[in-house]
């Protein structure tokens, strides 16, 4: 018998940094507002810190689809 599925949006936390370029480095299910929160206070961490977002910088792509099965 086939599982039901059930599509959720997914966003990439990405990552810029100037030696590596553009990276994703987390995949999160969430909203867009949490996934944006969380990469705005990561970016506000670097720039107390004196690091330009031209150097390094964290960014959301998406919303993506994921498609998950139910157990």
């Not at 944006?36 to 150097?55: F, K, M, T």
């Amino acid at each position: 018998m086939d599982k039901p599925q059930r599509q959720t949006h997914v966003f990439h936390l990405c990552q810029y940094t100037e030696r590596h370029g553009h990276q994703v480095v987390y995949q999160l299910i969430t909203s867009q507002n949490d996934a944006d929160e969380l990469a705005d206070g990561w970016n506000e961490q670097l720039a107390e810190r004196g690091i330009p977002g031209s150097i390094c910088a964290w960014y959301i792509t998406g919303p993506h689809q994921n498609t998950s099965q139910f157990n």
